[in-house]
């Protein structure tokens, strides 16, 4: 995942701009990998996930990317609404019952 | 129903002394995860529960750390001897199986005075 540090890496974004979150992870066995969201003061909340079979997976206005050549992962957030600030976290598995997380990224939404 | 919940939402405690933190998972759901986050960090697995499976208990960072599940419903994660490190939320998430969907409870913010 994201490298571990005490300061949460940040991206500002201008409502109705699309907003990319990146996360590199780090075990080229890993097959199933999820977005996360987690708003203050609350578990985080499932976005979407991908499988390694798959390069890309849309949902709604979020699209997830996979490169497992550099082993790196995109979420895409269309037209980023004040209700989009969160932190996002990325997690990986390789054997479907430990995750692993990422550091995460703080996500603020300017109106 | 209800989703995952957990209790205390908030637990302040002395240093060394134990506490119980308590999961109630999705009904039917096979699989409960444990995870702590400190301030500003990502989630660090801590143990996990498959049905009747032996717990995977590799991510308790130390003997003072364990849990315990009755069946496939309520589980507690007891922390002994508390230490001023052990403060953080603990998270529980639940889900049908393994390497699918988890879903999260609001978590216990811990504080070790």
């Known amino acids: 995942g994201e490298s571990v540090g005490l300061h949460l890496p940040t991206l500002s974004v201008q409502e109705g701009d699309n907003s990319i979150i990146n996360c590199a992870y780090s075990n080229s066995a890993s097959d199933y990998f999820i977005w996360y969201k987690q708003e203050s003061g609350k578990g985080p909340q499932f976005i979407i996930d991908i499988r390694s079979n798959m390069d890309k997976r849309q949902g709604q206005r979020v699209t997830v990317l996979l490169n497992k050549t550099v082993k790196h992962l995109s979420l895409q957030i269309a037209a980023t609404q004040p209700g989009d600030s969160a932190v996002y976290f990325c997690?990986?598995?390789?054997?479907?019952?430990?995750?692993?997380f990422g550091t995460g990224t703080s996500l603020t939404v300017i109106p | 129903g209800a989703g995952v919940s957990q209790s205390p939402s908030n637990k302040v405690t002395e240093k060394g002394k134990d506490v119980e933190l308590r999961c109630d998972p999705i009904?039917?759901?096979?699989?409960l995860y444990w995870y702590r986050q400190r301030l500003g960090q990502g989630l660090e697995f801590l143990i996990y529960?498959?049905?009747?499976?032996?717990?995977?208990k590799s991510g308790l960072p130390s003997d003072r750390f364990s849990a315990e599940r009755t069946g496939e419903s309520v589980s507690t994660l007891t922390i002994q001897r508390t230490q001023q490190e052990d403060s953080a939320v603990y998270l529980c998430a639940s889900s049908l199986g393994l390497a699918l969907e988890q879903f999260f409870g609001p978590g216990t913010r811990l504080t070790v005075l």
């Open positions: 997690a990986e598995s390789n054997t479907g019952n430990q995750f692993y």
């Open positions: 009904s039917g759901h096979t699989a």
């Open positions: 529960f498959q049905g009747n499976s032996a717990p995977d």
